[in-house]
């Protein structure tokens, strides 16, 4: 089974004969006997994945790393944090995606409207099953708990990924920008009701 070990803003992924899918020109190095190929969607998601990610607007390429030895993978300098899945759901903006391990199965999701935030669709991948997935992050990610009676109010451009039983909506008219003049189109903020954790990113985008 690979593995994937986040070492600050760069991922090691060790494979023992199998394969991971990682973002398309995210590898900068590798040792031992590795091979690369583009992947599309991967994980049985096929054509009509490859059609929905096209109407929600996301874009996530990927490419499988195959064979025995170590690919280091890295994008932008950013910070990378893996997180294990076991029988879970996990929902990351595709651009946050950096690698993910056999036994995940990717899947886009439309979750609002376009042009909402800064240049940013709603569409959400949906990771599930049980592996690692990586996930890069501007600046140190920051996993923030939400329960019962606890919702979270967090700014778009700080929302990187969640997982648990968590139910986002639009809270409009609520902006950290609008208050201090900045930032175009209409304010508003994501709400997270439910039990899981939000991880967020120090800066915006």
Known sequence: MATLTAHKKVLHADLGGDSVRAAQGSMVAYQGNL???HAGMGGGGGFRAALKQKVAGESITLMEVKGTGRAYLAQDALDVTVVRLENDRLTVESEHILAVTEGLKLDVQFAGLRGMTSGQGLA???VSGSGQC???SDGPMIPLAVGPGMPLVVDPDAYVAGT???QMSLVSGVSWRSLVGDGGGEPFSLRFEG?????IQPAER
């Open 35 to 37: 091979e690369f190929k």
């Open 124 to 126: 959400t991948t949906t």
């Open 134 to 136: 990586a996930i890069m």
């Open 164 to 166: 648990g039983q968590l």
């Open 195 to 199: 039990q899981g954790t939000v991880y």
